[in-house]
Protein backbone atom coordinates (compact mmCIF):
# COMPACT_ATOMS: atom_id res chain seq x y z
CA UNK A 1 0.00 0.00 0.00
CA UNK A 2 3.19 2.63 0.71
CA UNK A 3 4.50 2.19 -3.04
CA UNK A 4 0.93 2.66 -4.24
CA UNK A 5 0.41 5.73 -2.38
CA UNK A 6 3.99 7.08 -3.23
CA UNK A 7 3.58 6.18 -6.61
CA UNK A 8 0.71 8.53 -7.23
CA UNK A 9 2.17 10.79 -5.08
CA UNK A 10 5.19 11.18 -6.70
CA UNK A 11 3.03 11.44 -10.60
CA UNK A 12 3.57 15.16 -11.62
CA UNK A 13 0.27 17.38 -12.03
CA UNK A 14 1.82 20.07 -13.80
CA UNK A 15 3.77 21.09 -16.90
CA UNK A 16 6.66 23.13 -17.81
CA UNK A 17 7.45 23.60 -21.26
CA UNK A 18 10.81 25.99 -22.37
CA UNK A 19 12.60 26.33 -25.73
CA UNK A 20 12.26 28.39 -28.95
CA UNK A 21 9.25 29.61 -31.14
CA UNK A 22 8.67 25.68 -31.62
CA UNK A 23 7.02 26.07 -28.14
CA UNK A 24 5.87 29.01 -28.81
CA UNK A 25 2.01 30.22 -30.21
CA UNK A 26 2.02 32.24 -33.75
CA UNK A 27 -1.20 33.96 -33.68
CA UNK A 28 -0.74 36.21 -37.04
CA UNK A 29 -1.11 32.57 -38.62
CA UNK A 30 -3.93 31.30 -36.53
CA UNK A 31 -1.51 28.75 -34.76
CA UNK A 32 -3.33 29.13 -31.17
CA UNK A 33 -1.46 26.37 -29.76
CA UNK A 34 2.17 24.91 -29.64
CA UNK A 35 3.50 21.30 -28.50
CA UNK A 36 3.61 21.83 -24.52
CA UNK A 37 -0.05 23.03 -24.79
CA UNK A 38 -1.43 19.71 -26.94
CA UNK A 39 1.24 17.45 -24.65
CA UNK A 40 -0.29 19.16 -21.32
CA UNK A 41 -3.87 18.00 -22.71
CA UNK A 42 -2.75 14.58 -23.40
CA UNK A 43 -0.81 13.81 -20.50
CA UNK A 44 -4.04 15.84 -18.37
CA UNK A 45 -1.96 17.81 -16.78
CA UNK A 46 -2.26 21.78 -15.79
CA UNK A 47 -0.02 24.71 -16.22
CA UNK A 48 2.71 25.70 -14.47
CA UNK A 49 4.70 27.42 -17.13
CA UNK A 50 5.57 27.92 -21.17
CA UNK A 51 8.84 29.95 -21.19
CA UNK A 52 9.66 29.01 -24.66
CA UNK A 53 10.74 32.67 -26.37
CA UNK A 54 11.18 33.34 -30.23
CA UNK A 55 14.87 33.76 -31.32
CA UNK A 56 15.96 32.62 -28.44
CA UNK A 57 18.66 29.87 -27.31
CA UNK A 58 19.88 27.22 -25.61
CA UNK A 59 21.92 29.21 -22.82
CA UNK A 60 18.54 31.52 -21.86
CA UNK A 61 16.49 28.14 -22.02
CA UNK A 62 18.65 26.14 -19.89
CA UNK A 63 19.33 29.28 -17.00
CA UNK A 64 16.05 30.43 -17.28
CA UNK A 65 14.36 26.69 -15.96
CA UNK A 66 16.99 26.72 -13.54
CA UNK A 67 16.17 29.77 -11.49
CA UNK A 68 12.11 29.53 -12.25
CA UNK A 69 12.60 25.91 -10.57
CA UNK A 70 14.88 27.52 -7.85
CA UNK A 71 12.18 30.26 -7.47
CA UNK A 72 9.21 27.78 -7.07
CA UNK A 73 10.45 24.86 -5.46
CA UNK A 74 6.97 23.73 -4.42
CA UNK A 75 5.34 24.44 -7.88
CA UNK A 76 8.72 22.78 -9.48
CA UNK A 77 8.29 19.61 -7.80
CA UNK A 78 5.21 18.64 -9.24
CA UNK A 79 6.45 19.72 -12.78
CA UNK A 80 7.00 17.47 -15.97
CA UNK A 81 9.06 19.42 -17.79
CA UNK A 82 9.53 19.40 -21.62
CA UNK A 83 12.27 21.07 -22.90
CA UNK A 84 13.27 21.84 -26.61
CA UNK A 85 16.60 22.27 -27.56
CA UNK A 86 17.24 24.91 -30.10
CA UNK A 87 19.79 25.70 -32.64
CA UNK A 88 23.52 25.61 -31.10
CA UNK A 89 23.81 29.24 -32.97
CA UNK A 90 21.97 31.41 -31.25
CA UNK A 91 23.89 33.05 -28.60
CA UNK A 92 22.16 34.13 -25.85
CA UNK A 93 23.48 36.94 -23.52
CA UNK A 94 22.04 39.42 -20.58
CA UNK A 95 20.71 42.64 -21.66
CA UNK A 96 20.52 45.81 -19.41
CA UNK A 97 17.12 47.49 -21.50
CA UNK A 98 14.57 44.98 -19.66
CA UNK A 99 14.36 43.06 -22.94
CA UNK A 100 10.96 41.44 -22.76
CA UNK A 101 10.68 40.94 -19.71
CA UNK A 102 7.37 40.95 -19.08
CA UNK A 103 7.09 37.66 -20.58
CA UNK A 104 9.19 35.58 -18.21
CA UNK A 105 7.33 36.44 -15.23
CA UNK A 106 9.63 36.32 -11.82
CA UNK A 107 12.47 36.85 -13.82
CA UNK A 108 15.06 39.21 -13.53
CA UNK A 109 17.07 38.82 -16.30
CA UNK A 110 16.51 40.32 -19.84
CA UNK A 111 17.73 38.39 -22.70
CA UNK A 112 18.82 39.02 -25.97
CA UNK A 113 20.43 36.72 -28.82
CA UNK A 114 22.82 37.52 -31.59
CA UNK A 115 23.13 35.45 -34.52
CA UNK A 116 26.06 34.82 -37.18
CA UNK A 117 23.58 36.52 -39.87
CA UNK A 118 21.46 38.35 -37.79
CA UNK A 119 22.61 42.34 -39.58
CA UNK A 120 25.62 43.44 -40.90
CA UNK A 121 27.78 43.83 -38.09
CA UNK A 122 27.35 40.19 -36.53
CA UNK A 123 28.05 39.05 -40.11
CA UNK A 124 31.47 41.17 -39.85
CA UNK A 125 31.98 39.94 -36.10
CA UNK A 126 31.88 36.30 -37.53
CA UNK A 127 34.03 37.11 -40.59
CA UNK A 128 36.20 38.14 -38.53
CA UNK A 129 36.22 35.30 -36.04
CA UNK A 130 37.00 33.22 -39.26
CA UNK A 131 40.01 34.68 -40.82
CA UNK A 132 41.45 35.97 -37.81
CA UNK A 133 40.35 33.54 -35.28
CA UNK A 134 40.27 30.48 -37.22
CA UNK A 135 36.81 30.21 -36.19
CA UNK A 136 35.27 26.15 -36.35
CA UNK A 137 31.77 27.65 -36.35
CA UNK A 138 30.32 23.87 -36.37
CA UNK A 139 31.86 23.32 -33.12
CA UNK A 140 30.90 26.02 -31.94
CA UNK A 141 27.55 25.20 -32.55
CA UNK A 142 27.28 21.92 -31.28
CA UNK A 143 29.37 22.77 -27.80
CA UNK A 144 26.00 25.43 -27.15
CA UNK A 145 23.48 22.86 -27.26
CA UNK A 146 25.45 20.08 -25.86
CA UNK A 147 26.49 21.95 -22.71
CA UNK A 148 23.17 23.49 -22.30
CA UNK A 149 21.67 19.37 -22.68
CA UNK A 150 24.10 18.14 -20.45
CA UNK A 151 23.46 20.54 -17.76
CA UNK A 152 19.73 21.15 -17.24
CA UNK A 153 20.15 16.83 -17.45
CA UNK A 154 22.19 17.06 -14.82
CA UNK A 155 20.13 19.73 -12.89
CA UNK A 156 16.96 17.25 -13.44
CA UNK A 157 18.53 14.31 -12.26
CA UNK A 158 20.21 16.19 -9.27
CA UNK A 159 16.17 17.67 -8.76
CA UNK A 160 14.83 14.18 -9.11
CA UNK A 161 12.21 16.09 -12.00
CA UNK A 162 11.13 14.41 -14.62
CA UNK A 163 11.42 15.34 -18.03
CA UNK A 164 11.67 14.85 -21.48
CA UNK A 165 13.70 16.84 -24.30
CA UNK A 166 13.97 17.12 -27.90
CA UNK A 167 15.58 19.19 -30.70
CA UNK A 168 13.52 22.02 -31.83
CA UNK A 169 16.47 22.89 -35.21
CA UNK A 170 19.20 21.00 -35.85
CA UNK A 171 22.31 21.62 -35.83
CA UNK A 172 25.52 20.29 -38.02
CA UNK A 173 25.69 16.81 -38.25
CA UNK A 174 27.70 14.73 -35.49
CA UNK A 175 28.75 12.14 -36.98
CA UNK A 176 29.99 13.67 -40.35
CA UNK A 177 33.09 15.11 -41.00
CA UNK A 178 34.50 16.15 -37.56
CA UNK A 179 37.50 15.98 -36.89
CA UNK A 180 37.36 16.59 -33.22
CA UNK A 181 36.26 13.93 -31.08
CA UNK A 182 35.66 16.03 -28.27
CA UNK A 183 32.18 16.77 -29.49
CA UNK A 184 31.00 13.24 -29.94
CA UNK A 185 32.31 12.32 -26.31
CA UNK A 186 30.38 15.22 -25.09
CA UNK A 187 27.22 13.95 -27.01
CA UNK A 188 27.59 10.58 -25.77
CA UNK A 189 27.14 11.89 -22.43
CA UNK A 190 23.24 12.96 -23.17
CA UNK A 191 20.71 10.59 -21.66
CA UNK A 192 19.11 9.62 -24.99
CA UNK A 193 16.43 7.74 -22.63
CA UNK A 194 14.94 11.12 -22.40
CA UNK A 195 15.63 12.27 -25.38
CA UNK A 196 13.02 12.12 -28.33
CA UNK A 197 14.16 11.26 -31.63
CA UNK A 198 17.58 12.65 -31.04
CA UNK A 199 18.93 12.04 -34.90
CA UNK A 200 15.84 14.21 -36.21
CA UNK A 201 14.16 17.99 -34.82
CA UNK A 202 10.63 18.64 -34.95
CA UNK A 203 11.86 22.07 -37.53
CA UNK A 204 12.92 19.03 -39.96
CA UNK A 205 10.00 17.01 -39.69
CA UNK A 206 7.73 19.84 -40.22
CA UNK A 207 9.65 20.19 -43.30
CA UNK A 208 9.50 16.79 -44.12
CA UNK A 209 6.04 16.12 -43.42
CA UNK A 210 4.37 19.64 -45.19
CA UNK A 211 3.23 20.49 -41.97
CA UNK A 212 4.09 24.18 -42.15
CA UNK A 213 1.80 26.89 -40.15
CA UNK A 214 1.57 29.02 -43.74
CA UNK A 215 4.28 29.20 -47.14
CA UNK A 216 7.24 30.30 -46.43
CA UNK A 217 7.23 29.89 -42.42
CA UNK A 218 9.04 26.87 -41.48
CA UNK A 219 6.87 26.57 -38.17
CA UNK A 220 4.05 23.55 -37.41
CA UNK A 221 0.91 24.57 -38.32
CA UNK A 222 -1.88 23.05 -35.47
CA UNK A 223 -2.61 19.72 -36.66
CA UNK A 224 1.92 19.77 -36.87
CA UNK A 225 2.09 20.13 -33.30
CA UNK A 226 -0.33 18.07 -32.40
CA UNK A 227 1.55 15.54 -34.36
CA UNK A 228 4.66 15.99 -32.40
CA UNK A 229 2.76 16.21 -29.21
CA UNK A 230 1.20 12.29 -29.65
CA UNK A 231 4.42 11.28 -30.79
CA UNK A 232 6.33 12.55 -27.37
CA UNK A 233 3.28 11.16 -25.31
CA UNK A 234 4.19 7.72 -26.64
CA UNK A 235 7.83 8.46 -26.09
CA UNK A 236 7.14 9.36 -23.05
CA UNK A 237 4.56 6.79 -21.43
CA UNK A 238 6.61 3.58 -23.54
CA UNK A 239 10.09 4.60 -22.02
CA UNK A 240 8.08 5.95 -18.20
CA UNK A 241 9.24 8.94 -18.17
CA UNK A 242 6.75 10.52 -15.72
CA UNK A 243 8.89 9.62 -12.87
CA UNK A 244 12.47 9.90 -12.30
Not at 46 to 57: D, P, S, V, W
Request: charged share 25%; proline share 5%; aromatic share 14%.
Amino acid sequence: LYFIINYYIMQPTHIFTNGCSFLTQRTKEGVMTHVGMELEKLMELETALHLGGGGRGNKRCSITTQVWCEKNPELAAKCFFVIGITSGQRFDYPATDGYKTHKFPGLATAWKTYKPSINTNTEKFFKYLYVEGKLDLDQWIQYESIEATLNLQNYFKVKKYPYVMYKTISDPEIEIGYKNKDVKTLWNLIDKTRYFRPETSHKDYTVENNQHCSPGDIHPSPEGHKDWATQLKEFIDANDLRTI
